[in-house]
């Protein structure tokens, strides 16, 4: 067998050219290659948008379906867990798959398998559930509360009822379709078959829920959590909803973001740059560091939760439920908020591994940081209702949000511009959230803390407001 070759590691498109660019004898040399290297990674990109339409198209029509492809998505999840090779074919064509020996092993519901045919092809069946679907009854606290004491008792009692008879019926069911697989009467709903039933071990099944939770409610949790509306006990039981498997993933990721940019400014600049106000310029980052995440994601997670039940159609029935406004509000911008201030201190706490950080005034520093979170994943809400595609929804952040958080003081001090430049930056919202969380940390400040504390309450109010008229008027919220 001959020897191995040596693999080049890298960590990312960045890294290569970095110090190469930082190298270059010119401003404009590095510049130059820092451009071109930006462009290549940004072709696919615009390629991708130039057929946006097209499939955006696709998927308006296509968007039925997207339960169905999401409980497949969930099963081959599990199946690529215990490393096997998952495709997807049609319903139909399995059998022929089987017979021919195309495929090893198919993956269905008991009585579907044995209707379609699928006992005729196969020897044996291992009856592990992989597919599942959720059922749920809901009901308005306050509406609860008025309710007679008599009818809260009955409808529990009927819940009770409807929940043990829907347990009773998947059973009923399993056990008819495994004596129908197996050539055993009663066999009231499907055809007899000669297939051997081979039973689950305590084992395997221990594996199984180590799969689904680290395959499946993982990945769930890391790309959905701040983009539903989900209860903040709920969320905070990370126990329950987020394996082993999925915090390194989340912790390394976090940890290479948190690393390009201290290559990027306190490499670059800081070798430059030893402090800025008696702060060396590693720490003087950290604050910008923590803003720049804390904006981006309190817009994408509240701006993406509310704009996808708008796409798929299903905010009518989200309208239509016995939830108050504010009820609506608050989950969505709950849980985005929640996802962006728990970002926030874990890359406080990994920033402080590589820097010496000591924060002045704890209080205000998580003051600022939740009031931030709310008031960006606010207007992230509004982002989200008055967006009509997918571009419109990426629009705000990406040109106005983005170019604002890095030209308000995130990475300097605005007290280092030109008297004219300087003055133009104050009309910069984000300068006074940067300035106000820096002064926690340091206790320096590029504006009064006053003014700073005040600008974050009247986007804050102004946020409340247009969302009370949106509201109130149902602007784009019915078309």
């Given at each position: 067998?001959?020897p191995?070759?040596?693999?080049?590691?890298?960590?990312?498109?960045?890294?290569?050219?970095?110090?190469?660019?930082?190298?270059r004898?010119?401003?404009g040399?590095g510049?130059a290659?820092?451009a071109?290297s930006?462009l290549?990674?940004?072709?696919?990109?615009l390629v991708?948008?130039?057929?946006?339409?097209?499939?955006?198209?696709?998927l308006?029509?296509?968007?039925?379906?997207?339960?169905?492809?999401?409980?497949?998505?969930?099963?081959?999840?599990?199946v690529?867990?215990?490393?096997?090779?998952?495709?997807s074919?049609?319903?139909?064509?399995?059998?022929?798959?089987?017979?021919a020996?195309?495929v090893d092993?198919?993956?269905?519901?008991?009585?579907s398998?044995?209707?379609?045919?699928?006992?005729?092809?196969?020897?044996s069946?291992y009856?592990?559930?992989?597919?599942?679907?959720i059922?749920?009854?809901?009901?308005?606290?306050?509406?609860?509360k008025r309710?007679?004491?008599k009818?809260?008792?009955?409808?529990?009692?009927?819940f009770?009822?409807?929940?043990?008879?829907?347990?009773?019926?998947?059973?009923t069911?399993?056990?008819?379709?495994?004596?129908?697989n197996?050539?055993?009467?009663?066999?009231?709903?499907?055809?007899?078959?000669?297939?051997?039933?081979?039973?689950?071990k305590?084992e395997?099944?221990?594996?199984?829920k180590?799969?689904?939770?680290?395959?499946v409610?993982a990945?769930?949790?890391?790309?959905e959590?701040g983009?539903?509306p989900?209860?903040?006990?709920?969320?905070?039981?990370?126990?329950?909803?987020?394996?082993?498997?999925?915090a390194p993933?989340?912790?390394?990721?976090l940890?290479t973001?948190?690393?390009v940019?201290?290559?990027?400014f306190g490499?670059?600049?800081?070798?430059?740059?030893?402090?800025?106000?008696g702060?060396?310029?590693?720490a003087?980052i950290?604050?910008g560091?923590?803003?720049?995440?804390?904006?981006?994601?309190?817009?994408s997670?509240?701006s993406?939760?509310i704009?996808?039940?708008?796409?798929?159609?299903?905010?009518?029935?989200?309208?239509?439920?016995?939830?108050?406004?504010l009820?609506?509000?608050?989950?969505?911008?709950?849980a985005?908020?929640?996802?962006?201030?728990?970002?926030?201190l874990?890359?406080?706490a990994?920033?402080?591994?590589?820097?010496?950080?000591?924060i002045?005034?704890p209080?205000?520093?998580?003051?600022?940081?939740?009031?931030?979170a709310?008031?960006?994943?606010?207007?992230?809400?509004?982002?989200g209702?008055?967006?009509?595609?997918f571009?419109?929804?990426?629009?705000v952040?990406l040109?106005i949000?983005?170019?604002?958080?890095?030209?308000?003081?995130?990475f300097?001090?605005?007290?280092m511009?030109?008297?004219?430049?300087?003055?133009?930056?104050?009309?910069?919202?984000?300068?006074?959230?940067?300035?106000?969380?820096?002064?926690?940390?340091f206790?320096i400040?590029?504006?009064?803390?006053?003014?700073s504390?005040?600008?974050?309450?009247?986007?804050?109010?102004?946020?409340?407001a247009?969302?009370?008229w949106i509201?109130?008027?149902?602007?784009?919220?019915r078309?």
């Amino acid at each position: 067998m001959p020897p191995r070759q040596p693999r080049r590691i890298t960590s990312g498109p960045l890294w290569p050219i970095l110090p190469r660019a930082r190298g270059r004898h010119t401003v404009g040399e590095g510049a130059a290659l820092l451009a071109a290297s930006s462009l290549g990674l940004g072709i696919p990109f615009l390629v991708a948008a130039l057929f946006s339409g097209a499939f955006m198209r696709f998927l308006q029509k296509f968007r039925v379906h997207l339960g169905r492809v999401e409980k497949v998505i969930g099963v081959l999840l599990v199946v690529a867990g215990v490393g096997a090779s998952a495709v997807s074919m049609a319903f139909a064509e399995v059998v022929p798959a089987l017979s021919a020996g195309v495929v090893d092993c198919a993956v269905t519901g008991s009585l579907s398998g044995n209707t379609a045919g699928w006992a005729e092809v196969t020897k044996s069946i291992y009856p592990m559930s992989l597919g599942w679907s959720i059922n749920v009854l809901a009901v308005n606290l306050d509406s609860w509360k008025r309710l007679d004491p008599k009818v809260q008792t009955f409808l529990t009692e009927q819940f009770k009822a409807y929940e043990d008879k829907m347990w009773a019926t998947i059973k009923t069911t399993t056990s008819v379709a495994d004596n129908c697989n197996s050539g055993v009467q009663p066999c009231t709903m499907g055809k007899l078959a000669k297939t051997t039933i081979v039973p689950v071990k305590p084992e395997e099944m221990e594996a199984h829920k180590k799969l689904v939770e680290g395959a499946v409610l993982a990945g769930w949790y890391t790309t959905e959590v701040g983009r539903q509306p989900y209860t903040i006990y709920g969320l905070l039981r990370t126990e329950d909803s987020l394996s082993p498997i999925a915090a390194p993933a989340v912790g390394a990721s976090l940890l290479t973001f948190i690393i390009v940019y201290f290559l990027v400014f306190g490499g670059a600049i800081g070798s430059r740059m030893k402090s800025i106000e008696g702060v060396p310029y590693g720490a003087f980052i950290v604050p910008g560091l923590i803003m720049l995440t804390l904006l981006t994601q309190s817009i994408s997670n509240a701006s993406f939760g509310i704009y996808f039940p708008k796409f798929v159609g299903t905010i009518f029935e989200l309208l239509s439920a016995p939830v108050s406004y504010l009820e609506i509000v608050v989950a969505y911008v709950g849980a985005a908020a929640t996802k962006s201030v728990a970002i926030g201190l874990i890359i406080l706490a990994t920033a402080a591994l590589f820097v010496d950080l000591h924060i002045q005034h704890p209080f205000w520093m998580l003051a600022f940081l939740i009031l931030t979170a709310v008031t960006f994943s606010l207007f992230g809400f509004i982002i989200g209702i008055w967006a009509a595609s997918f571009e419109q929804l990426q629009l705000v952040p990406l040109l106005i949000v983005t170019p604002l958080t890095f030209l308000g003081g995130s990475f300097y001090s605005i007290d280092m511009l030109p008297g004219i430049w300087r003055t133009v930056t104050l009309f910069n919202p984000v300068v006074y959230l940067v300035s106000g969380f820096r002064w926690a940390f340091f206790g320096i400040s590029d504006v009064s803390v006053a003014v700073s504390l005040g600008m974050t309450i009247v986007f804050l109010v102004a946020c409340i407001a247009v969302i009370a008229w949106i509201f109130r008027t149902g602007y784009r919220l019915r078309s």
